[in-house]
């Protein structure tokens, strides 16, 4: 049974930093991923990161947040600064399958409140 776990998050001042981190187990994956879901917006791709470390970055957090991963332990973090009041949302983790990139797995998410 493949579970992805997020933990990390809270509540920052604005310029605070966070970091998230998603522990997965059940399989082996391929790209993973942090999104995050603002109230009343639609849930946006933050970062993505592959199994041999390829990144990338919605613009607007690119200089400010990292997506690393650790394949031999099955997580992923990702490390927030400087973080602002639009940063809040809840941030998931997901996670492709190793062999078919069109099965995917979702975590259950973590809040992320940015005050200013």
């Known amino acids: 049974q493949v579970q992805l776990v997020e933990s990390g998050g809270g509540l920052v001042q604005a310029g605070g930093s966070l970091r998230l981190s998603c522990a997965a187990s059940?399989?082996?994956?391929?790209?993973m991923a942090w999104y995050r879901q603002a109230p009343g917006k639609q849930r946006e791709l933050v970062a993505t990161?592959?199994?041999?470390?390829?990144?990338t970055y919605e613009d607007s957090v690119k200089g400010r947040f990292t997506i690393s991963r650790d394949n031999a332990k099955n997580t992923v973090s990702l490390q927030m600064n400087s973080l602002k009041p639009e940063d809040t949302a809840v941030y998931y983790c997901?996670?492709?399958?190793?062999?078919?990139?069109?099965?995917?797995?979702w975590g259950q998410g973590t809040q992320v409140t940015v005050s200013s």
């Open positions: 997901q996670a492709t399958h190793n062999t078919n990139s069109r099965i995917s797995y």
């Open positions: 059940g399989s082996i994956f391929n790209a």
């Open positions: 990161i592959t199994r041999d470390g390829s990144t």
